[in-house]
């Protein structure tokens, strides 16, 4: 098992960048792949990035490639999302994720571990 605690979250103008981190409890990090997911009031959570196991394959969703970073750090028992060139549609509340399976799942029923989430506002 494997508890997930984001931080970072923020209020940024339209352009601006934020990283968020989520921390891991346990030792066998490594054995997740880990997702960030995002709500925007009144949607459904959707899939933002994933990494793999390794770190050395990851996916995105589409309104993001080119924006956002998702990076990992197995010694730390961390990941990260750095979100450059921020837009108002970019608002939500971001979700660290993590699960065992493999490669990099992008459906939020394939996720088994979530965080509480923090806040990410972007200004027009």
């Known amino acids: 098992q494997v508890q997930l605690v984001e931080s970072g979250g923020g209020l940024v103008q339209a352009g601006g960048s934020l990283r968020l981190s989520c921390a891991a409890s346990g030792r066998t990090f490594s054995r997740y792949t880990m997702g960030w997911f995002r709500q925007a009031p009144g949607k459904e959570r959707e899939f933002v990035a994933a990494i793999s196991r390794s770190g050395s394959s990851t996916a995105y969703a589409d309104s993001v490639k080119g924006r956002f970073t998702i990076s990992r750090d197995n010694v730390k028992n961390m990941v990260f999302l750095q979100m450059n060139s921020l837009k108002p549609e970019d608002t939500a509340v971001y979700y660290c994720?993590?699960?065992?399976?493999?490669?990099?799942?992008?459906?939020?029923?394939?996720?088994?571990?979530w965080g509480q989430g923090t806040q990410v506002t972007v200004s027009s």
């Open positions: 994720a993590a699960t065992t399976a493999i490669p990099v799942p992008t459906t939020r029923n394939r996720y088994d571990y």
